[in-house]
């Protein structure tokens, strides 16, 4: 018989998958279009909604003032008639009684501020007040009927309130046309009429006048001043009447945009406007929008969620066909091999077919007949109803059939079996369900003699790296452990089984009664405590306690986890988290939060800003600086246990906090003194460093550690000198620095935008007055047409290391400047250029130049090097490099501000200069002032001795450029001889230049 077993179906699941994809981005797609087309609408009916509420307020007002002005019109026609008739029946006494019938009806229209009879240039004929402009006005007016009412544009009165003229023609003749009732309306009026109304939030109701002047507004319900007088964009009268016309529009006013009504007032120059705020109008169509795309969103989450549960399900699937593939095949090979018995049954029939070893097995009898119901009546009365239920189910499921069931033989023994089997197609496509029935009794007896085994064996678990045992709960004594436990504590098996829990645990050690008390309340929370091993060596321990039942008594299963080594990491942790490595001094973090704890009110913070230690860094290496740097760190130590405490900010900083106020000043002295004295470095020599001090305190109290330090480093950062200086924190400190870091970001910005220029100095020989060089100067011109002079920025740009790509952008135009002076024909005048010390140092110089003449065209001997004495001081070996190849390539060096630095001749000598620049504060005064002129006299000698051009700077005086050539100095600069200028009046001026 061939047997059909059911395998994996990928297939069937892979289209599950997509079906349900399918089927979820189809009614995803729907839902979306549906959503979409319900936002779209929704938010069409808000602001048709707002349209028609708009255009029934505007209805509404029209209505009101068209009453109004109508009953303003009748009363001036009713006084024009009046009038008419007064002047033509008396006429001489017509003005008085005229002005007689216009307080009377005025004193009836409150609104009215005053009515007047004027003739055709605006002239009062009745008492009152006339209007010069009524000429113009009444020009401009609207076509239309010649004697209907006037509306002239807005005008003000002396307490400010707005009026409206009214003009209405008479049937009288005067001088120049007709004459005419003028009236002013109180807006006021107006703005009683659209006040109150239902406008919502943000909208606006107005009325435009002619000229398209507002008249009057009100905002939300309420008056509104805003905009008043000023004329705004409306559509024409014919595009309003008679319908209202609506729209969406920006307000000219307060820039809001709003669903506007607007109409014309019939018979008016007047157009009345409503508008509801759109933002407020769609703010719950904007709360609907939000809910649907949570919603929308949410659908894709869950799809996602469906398919991946979809996915996971088919995995399973998969999983339990192929297992059930894998014990048919066992069950087929068991089969053959172990000889057990086998059943077959028909589908819908009534006999179970088995074999004579089944009967044999358990002891069914042979002429029994091979029945269902016969097959029954052998198994248990309580596996009965499983035993059919998992058969019928089988059937139906087409699935395997596996079913653990007792079976009572003719003489009562009872017997377990097992029966396995399944649905398969027999020949012609008939289905059959077959399997084999197995004797387990054996079985299931060493099951459960093994399960106590095994049960047992799981508790202790021997096998476990972890130490484990059990003891008894209530006699606290040893019942089992296994073999981590006997090599942690170094007792065997057998000892540990005479055990008691205190010999390992006792109550003398440090939080050993609490582990035993805890142990034995039974608590299932961790426990470190420190337990003791035989050799009386002590552990520290993580404890975990379970309660179980073992051989029959309550008992505690008990985990113990040596932790020694981890509490000790962890100690080590916490000391690096609190202490900087090199120094082993605390850190700054760990010195705040000791200050904050308000022990020490009115302490004092001190930075010490070092210096010197760099270059050490860089001549003798970073393991001799580190060992500078704990020396000294050593040494402040010694300061922290006089006067309180010390700390390190890398890499080269300390805090030290003074916590008794009264000692500051011997803390101070103490201070510096640990730094002045010279550290040795190892080899024997001695390294001297410098450092400037902050200091700062909680002057006016509330102010954290953290804060006060910021101001102690602020004070420190704000010294320009590198000696041991001390600055105390201020308000005005913080300003200035405050200024110094906008400036900076000034700086920045400047250099990116090519906000600087450069101006130009000649330098004059003083043999023939002709112009040797023109020096080019770096300037900072601002918006308002000032300049902030280079000695305030060039140094800040020194700090913040501007300096570098501001001297390269300097010695571009420089050389661009240069070029240009070439194809002026002055080929023979060279550009100098003062060069940073930084940037000889931190940049490549002599590539720089050589890259700035090629872009301009340029030999570099057109450009002159100008270099102070500051560049041998730092690095000298680096600075005479970059000498030298600037001098090979034919580059003249000037040394600037000769005398002021630290001049040697033991340097000077090997320099390779093409000259010496003597600083303004020697020349100023030479002539008259003897120790200026012994100055110069020397300098120049110490300059020509070496084969050097001399070149003065600062030359103001006459006397003092005619003292120079007496005295040999080939070359001079100053103010008398041009200051520095942009570069065609510079050359201009050049060419102008003569000595006298």
Known sequence: MDRSVPGPSPVKSVVQTRTVLGFGLLLGAALGIGLGWWVISDRQNRLQAAERQSQALVVGVERAIGLELRNLERAMRGIAADATALLASAPDRAPGLIGQLIEGVASRHHELESVVMVDAQGRALTPGRGDSSFPQWKAGATAGPSDRLQLGPLQWLEDGRPVLPLALPMTVQGEGGPRWLLARLDTRALQALIDGLDSGRDGALGVVGPNDQLLVRSLGGKPSREGIGTRIAVPQPAELAPQVAVTQRVSEVDGLRRVVAARALPGYPLQIWAGLSTQQVLLPWHRFVAIASLLYVLYWAM?????????????????????????????????????????????GGRQVVWGADVSQMFGLGQAEPPSLWAFIRHVHVRDRRMLARRFVSAWRSRGAFSCEFRLVSRDGAERWAVARGGVVAGAGGHLRMTGTLVDISERMEAQSRLSDAERQFRLIFDRNPLPFWVHDARTRRFLEVNRAATLQYGFGREEFLTMHLSDICPAGLPGGSGVVQGVAAGFEDAHVSQHRRKDGSTLQARVYVSD?????????????????????????????????????????????????????????????????LQPIRDALGRQTADDVLRTLAARLQLWAQQFGLAAHQPDEDFVLAVLHAERLQ???????????????????????????????????????????IDNAALAAHALDSSAFEISRYDGALARRYSERLRMAARLRTALEHGEFDLHFQPIVRTVDGSVAALEALVRWPQRDGTQIAPADFIPLCEDIGLIVPLGNWILRRAAQAQAWLQRQGCDDLPVAVNVSTLQVLQADLPSELEQACALAGISPRALHMELTESVMM????????????????????????????????????HLPLSSIKLDRTFVRDVDRDPRNASICKSLLMLGHSLGLEMIAEGVERPEELEWLRRHGCEQVQGFLLGRAQPLELALQRVQGVALG
């Open 548 to 612: 179980i039942r073992f051989g029959g008594h309550e008992a505690k299963l008990v985990l113990s986890e040596e932790i020694s080594e981890r509490l000790e990491y962890e100690k080590e942790l916490a000391y690096r988290a609190r202490h900087d490595q090199t120094t082993g001094l605390i850190n700054v973090q760990t010195l705040s939060d000791r200050l904050d704890q308000g022990q020490h009110p009115g302490y004092q913070v001190l930075y010490l800003q070092l210096r010197g």
């Open 874 to 909: 730092h690095r000298p070996e680096q600075g005479m490099a970059a000498m030298q190849r600037l001098r090979d390539a034919g580059v003249c060096i000037s040394l600037d501000d000769f005398g002021t630095g630290f001049s040697s001749m033991s340097y000077l000598r």
């Open 303 to 347: 799809l996602a969620v469906l398919l991946r549960v979809v996915r996971r399900a088919d995995r399973d699937q998969r999983h339990m066909l192929e297992q059930l593939q894998r014990n048919s095949e066992h069950l087929h090979l068991a089969q053959h091999t172990g000889k057990v018995g086998a059943w077959a049954m028909e589908q």
């Open 666 to 708: 011997a803390a101070i002295e103490a201070a510096i003194e640990a730094v002045r004295e010279p550290v040795g470095d190892g080899d024997g020599s001695m390294q001297r460093l410098e450092a400037r001090f902050g200091l700062a305190g909680d002057e006016g109290g509330g102010l954290r550690a953290e804060n006060i």
